[in-house]
């Protein structure tokens, strides 16, 4: 294989850094945020499918992955596993060079799970018996769009030791994000992950970007930037989503699954958000609020909140924060858009709110949604007020 690079100094070190590692792994593990959106499935899907490029045994997990009805058009999104399993084996090994085996059964008491050899004659000691662990199953972390480790969710929380032995490359264009990787692919000037990881690709071998994976990137570049309306455009952004599209990204199967999939119930959903809609207009601020009894009329459900906040993003350009609460088995959910250089991590921190600078969702303390609307618009303008100033 030949690997030709056209990049800056400092970017074609990284990425020969990056191409090396992937060189080395057999095993590779893809993994990102659990706060997901489309960019960082596609960006991680796109990751995948360059690993399958290299005949790599690659996984790609996000912890408790359910992909938006809107985003089943994806290729090989079926690949995306919602929990890390079988990240490595326990051996058991007993001494049968004396007594031999005759039977073995095994009885599972709450948590504990208690193991029964049976010699054919005489006794086993706890000096015939020995335990070891099998090496991880994985050989190479690529976490794709997480700013750090604990945004992973558990698989990070339940397997720390793993990710503190194996090494990691971290992909992300997000400021917040705390290079833990040792291989750090972050450029903030990037409008998002799929964006990186075309010219990481770009980069490695062109030829590699088939009609699926530029769908896919496309695809991620599309969202991230509201169909490139995002302040945060760039020239390099556009050439990029052209060059996509002349390497058969089907831009208009896209554009339909996005934009032009809505369900009746979706819009009746998307009128009763406009019936409650207010706005502080000085402060930029832009909110309503969904009942249960919403989601019943409208016969839709709380999925369905992504595509009303997306409607409210397109539809209110002078907004720079938009806030959607709603009630959802029995609790108050608030999803909260922001627009540079608001950071919605930091507005909703309150709250320990889970998501990325530019979205996140959590449940404020108030569980009746007057009470939690006034809690959480009231401490929103008081932040807005002090950013203005």
């Known amino acids: 294989m030949i690997l030709v690079f056209n990049f800056f100094t400092v970017a074609l070190n990284q990425i020969q850094q990056v191409y090396e590692a992937i060189q080395r792994a057999k095993n590779p593990l893809i993994v990102t945020r659990q706060a997901w959106d489309h960019d960082t499935i596609s960006a991680g899907l796109g990751i995948l499918k360059l690993m399958q490029r290299f005949e790599k045994n690659a996984h790609f997990v996000c912890e408790n992955f359910n992909p938006h009805k809107n985003m089943k058009f994806l290729p090989h999104l079926e690949h995306v596993k919602p929990k890390l399993e079988n990240i490595n084996k326990l051996i058991i090994k007993v001494d049968t060079s004396k007594i031999k085996l005759q039977d073995i ?24 018996l020995r335990t070891q662990t099998t090496d991880y199953k994985y050989d190479l972390v690529i976490s794709v ?37 040792q291989i750090n692919h972050v450029d903030i000037t990037a409008t998002s992950s799929s964006e990186l990881v075309y010219g990481l690709i770009e980069n490695i071998n062109r030829s590699f ?40 990204a089907r831009r208009e199967e896209i554009i339909h699954n996005l934009y032009r999939t809505r369900t009746i119930q979706t819009l009746k ?17 832009v909110w309503t609020l969904l009942t249960r009894d919403d989601f019943i009329h409208s016969g839709s459900s709380p999925e369905d909140v992504e ?18 609460l709603y009630e959802d088995s029995g609790a108050v959910r608030a999803l909260l858009h922001t627009e540079r250089p608001l950071n919605a991590i930091d507005l909703g921190r309150n709250w320990q709110a889970q998501g990325e600078p530019e979205r996140v969702s959590f449940s404020p303390d108030e569980q009746e949604l007057r009470q ?18």
């Open 269 to 285: 959903l998307w009128g009763r958000a406009l019936a409650r809609l207010k706005a502080d207009e000085p402060l930029g601020l």
């Open 145 to 181: 769009g997480a700013a750090d480790l604990e945004s992973l969710g558990a698989i990070y929380e339940k397997h720390a030791d793993f990710f503190y032995k194996t090494p990691i490359i971290n992909i992300d264009a997000n400021p917040a994000n705390e290079h833990f990787g």
């Open 372 to 389: 939690a609307e006034e809690q959480v618009i009231s401490h929103l303008k008081k932040e807005l007020e002090k950013l203005n100033r």
């Open 307 to 324: 595509d009303v906040i997306s409607e409210l993003i397109a539809n209110s350009p002078k907004a720079s924060a938009i806030l959607i």
């Open 105 to 128: 059964s095994y009885d599972l008491k709450g948590d504990l799970l208690e193991i029964y050899l049976a010699p054919q004659s005489g006794a086993w000691s706890e000096n015939d």
């Open 209 to 248: 970007i088939d009609e699926d994976l530029a769908t896919l990137l496309l695809t991620g570049m599309i969202t991230k930037t509201r169909s490139f309306k995002s302040t945060n455009v760039t020239p390099q952004t556009l050439a990029i989503a052209s060059q996509l599209v002349a390497l058969g």
